[in-house]
């Protein structure tokens, strides 16, 4: 039987976004004269159906608020006029087709999921040109036992800009979610694809002396953008590794963690796994 669900939130940001130029990687290291200080704030009405288990469709309207600040004595300041500066408010539509067929299986630890969101907006409001983008995101955790040792994670991913838009829209990579040795955004184009493997080991189980499963893990990422169908900086690739812990009786894991990439070290500390 088909779950529907009617849902509202909206969400308020203010923190400096990572910017580069769009078509390319600057070859200078990214620190904060990269940054971009951006006030957001978003709403969003959408209805969301399972038609199946382990499948959910969802969609909605979309608006949102972007005010860029000056950012005097940054690398923002220095490109002059650029498209979605100052205030900038968007109204458009959006949709996602999420599927995970054995996410509550009890059979199998093994697990599959593949997502697919699009977005378009019409020139409305502040939007001068119609433009949209299309993401999709497929992972994949292999594991020998419902209990494992050792488990296996993949993620493979990409995005798309179509249209004249705003700088903020562009295809970013970088930061945890993508190349966790770069800094956040530190990438951007009109198209991105990243992929990702990661080694995870339990270490110790919850005992009633230290009532945490304790693990490492170990990874390899790998992405790269597309201006205009070029991409001059080629891939770019980060290494690491780290400690994870779980709480006895709790969902949750917290993962501490170190990035190396050719630019920078970056440590990370993050509830939840990235996939």
């Known amino acids: 039987m088909d779950t529907w669900k009617l ?3 909206s969400t308020i940001l203010e923190s400096p976004s990572s910017w580069l130029v769009i078509q390319a990687a600057l070859s200078a290291g990214a620190s904060s004269f990269h940054n971009v200080d951006q006030t957001a704030a978003s709403f969003v009405l959408g209805l969301g159906v399972s038609p199946s288990a382990g499948t959910v469709l969802s969609g909605g309207l979309l608006l949102e608020r972007f005010s860029t600040g000056e950012n005097t004595g940054r690398f923002y300041s220095t490109l002059g006029s650029v498209y979605g ?4 408010i968007q109204l458009g539509a959006t949709a996602t087709l999420v599927v995970d067929p054995f996410v509550d299986s009890e059979t199998t630890s093994d697990r599959i999921r593949i997502s697919l969101t699009g977005t378009a907006f019409p020139a409305l409001l502040d939007v001068e040109r119609s433009f949209a983008r ?3 995101e497929a992972s ?3 594991a ?13 991913g990409g995005e798309r800009v179509w249209g ?3 700088w903020y829209e562009a295809a970013f990579l970088g930061g945890t979610s993508t190349l966790r040795g770069w800094a956040d955004q530190r990438f951007a184009g009109n198209e991105s694809a990243f992929g990702s493997a990661e080694v995870r080991l339990r270490m110790w189980r919850p005992r009633v002396v230290v009532p945490l499963g304790i693990g490492v893990f170990g990874f390899a990422d790998a992405g790269r953008v597309y201006g205009d169908g070029s991409s001059p900086g080629g891939w770019h690739t980060s290494l690491g590794g780290g400690l994870w812990f779980q709480p006895v009786r ?10 190396i990439s ?9 509830l939840g796994s990235p996939y």
């Open 7 to 9: 849902c509202a939130h």
């Open 140 to 142: 994949a955790l292999l």
């Open 164 to 166: 004249r838009f705003p």
């Open 134 to 136: 299309g993401s999709a």
């Open 250 to 259: 709790q969902p949750y894991i917290v993962r501490v963690g170190i990035g």
């Open 262 to 270: 050719d630019e920078s070290t970056k440590l990370f500390v993050m």
């Open 85 to 88: 500066d100052g205030q900038f």
């Open 144 to 156: 020998p036992s419902l209990d494992p040792w050792i488990s296996l994670a993949l993620r493979v």
